[in-house]
């Protein structure tokens, strides 16, 4: 799994009962080390994805940077598995924020994140980053919105698509009511309250 030479296994037999109380052998622990230790620019990767709110020429440079760090790990993926949640927590939370802000400039501000996001899912596979998405039924209005938006002859806009239909995904599957999502019914109720 590392490229490192490793010593046979021992089998354990029934006649063999030592070896079941034994402790770990060092050099499976020193694996488990190895591998947190292997994903060195975690820390950078996510200090960049928190300047990915701003928009503008930094965000994609700092995208750039991180798809480039991401894609040296596409080969043993699994290696990023200890900083997932540290990476697609903050870069949703930037998606967010700019879905529920809405506007016309957004498709602009969403397209370094959600090149990042696009850039996990196909290092590490959707279902495994899928994980770490939040499932809120409040974002389901923006997010649906945000989809409406984007023009489809625009080639540029099919990584923002990808990303926020990977998100859908999930708070779709979350039971609510739908009274809760959807605006237009809540300002005709409090419309209708306030001319009683």
Not at 78 to 104: I, N, Q, W, Y
């Amino acid at each position: 799994f590392f490229f490192r030479s490793q010593r046979p296994k021992q089998m354990v037999s029934p006649t063999n009962n030592e070896s079941l109380n034994a402790p770990p052998e060092p050099d499976a622990v020193d694996e488990v080390v190895e591998a947190r230790l292997l994903f060195t620019e975690a820390e950078e990767a996510a200090q960049l994805i928190g300047s990915l709110g701003g928009g503008g020429d930094e965000a994609a440079a700092a995208a750039e940077r991180v798809c480039t760090i991401l894609d040296r790990y596409q080969e043993q993926p699994g290696v990023l598995d200890p900083a997932l949640e540290l990476l697609v927590v903050p870069l949703l939370s930037v998606v967010r924020t700019l879905a529920h802000a809405g506007g016309a400039a957004v498709s602009a501000s969403l397209r370094p994140p959600c090149r990042v996001m696009y850039t996990l899912c196909k290092v590490r596979g959707y279902k495994t980053v899928v994980k770490f998405v939040p499932h809120e039924a409040r974002d389901l209005e923006p997010l649906v919105g945000l989809l409406g938006t984007l023009a489809p002859e625009d080639g540029d806009t099919w990584q923002i698509s990808y990303s926020l239909m990977v998100w859908l995904s999930m708070v779709v599957m979350v039971p609510f009511d739908l009274s809760i999502i959807d605006s237009s019914a809540a300002s005709a109720a409090s419309a209708s309250s306030s001319s009683s």
